[in-house]
C-alpha cells in the first residue's frame, strides 16, 4: 500500500498570504495526484487532479505541482474561504489512499 | 452534469446490515469504474471498494472484505454497496465517487452502528 503522507498537519497563516502545502507518497504515484478541499459537514470538494489540473470552477491562485513522489499545493494568496483541511490523494496503485490532510487556520 | 446521489444509510445495530446505492447521471455510467470511500466522524478517507465496468472484477480494502459487497447494475446507472456484520467502527459517512476523468464525488450517506 502506498502511504501518503501530508505536511504540515496544521498550517497557520493570514488572509493574504501564500500557503504550500506538501505530499510525498512512499513510491511513484505517477501523474495519478490529486487534491481535496473539506469544510465540516462536507464532501471533500476537488481542486486539482493529475498534479496540476485545475477542477473547473477552481481559481488560478490554487495550483498544484510536482512529480514521483513529491507534490505541492499553492495558494498564492489567501482568501477567507480557503480555510478548510486539504488532503492529498493518489490514485495510482490499489488500495487508492489519501494523506492525513492538512488544516489552514 | 455529471451527478451521483447516495442513499441508504441510518441506523443499525452491532452485526446488522444494510444496503447503499448510488444513483448516477450526466454521464456514461457503464464506462467507469466507481468506487465506495468512507469517511469515519473526525477522520480522514479511506477507500473500502471498487468495481470495474461491468462488474466482473471487484476489490476491497481489507478491513471490510468478506463483509462487504459491491455491486451494479449498468441498466439502471446504479451502484450498491451491501454491508454485512457491521461493526462499530464502520460508522462513517460512504462516498459514491468517479476518479476516471474529473473525479466526481456524491454528498455522501451516514451510517451509524450502534446499539
Known amino acids: 500500500e502506498i502511504v501518503v503522507t501530508q505536511s504540515p498537519a496544521t498550517l497557520s497563516v493570514s488572509p493574504g498570504e501564500r500557503a504550500t502545502l506538501s505530499c510525498r507518497a512512499s513510491q511513484s504515484v505517477g501523474s495519478n495526484l490529486a487534491w481535496y478541499q473539506q469544510k465540516p459537514g462536507q464532501a471533500p470538494r476537488l481542486l486539482v487532479y493529475g498534479v496540476s489540473t485545475r477542477a473547473t470552477g477552481v481559481p488560478a491562485r490554487l495550483s498544484g505541482g510536482g512529480s514521483g513522489t513529491e507534490f505541492t499545493l499553492t495558494i498564492s494568496s489567501l482568501q477567507s474561504e480557503d480555510f478548510a483541511i486539504y488532503y492529498c490523494?493518489?490514485?495510482?496503485?490499489?488500495?487508492?489512499?489519501f494523506g492525513q490532510g492538512t488544516r489552514l487556520e | 452534469e455529471v451527478q451521483l446521489v447516495e442513499s441508504g444509510g441510518g441506523l443499525v445495530q452491532p452485526g446488522g446490515s444494510l444496503r447503499l446505492s448510488c444513483a448516477a447521471s450526466g454521464f456514461t455510467f457503464s464506462s467507469y469504474w466507481m468506487y465506495w470511500v468512507r469517511q469515519a466522524p473526525g477522520k480522514g478517507l479511506t477507500c473500502v471498494s471498487r468495481?470495474?465496468?461491468?462488474?466482473?472484477?471487484?476489490t476491497y480494502a481489507d478491513s471490510v472484505k468478506g463483509r462487504f459487497t459491491i455491486s451494479r447494475d449498468n441498466a439502471k446507472n446504479t451502484l450498491h454497496l451491501q454491508l454485512n456484520s457491521l461493526r462499530a467502527e464502520d460508522t462513517a459517512m460512504f462516498y459514491c465517487v468517479r476518479f476516471g476523468g474529473s473525479p466526481t464525488w456524491g454528498q455522501g450517506t451516514m451510517v451509524t452502528v450502534s446499539s
Open positions: 490523494h493518489q490514485y495510482n496503485n490499489w488500495p487508492f489512499t
Open positions: 468495481i470495474n465496468s461491468d462488474g466482473s472484477i471487484t
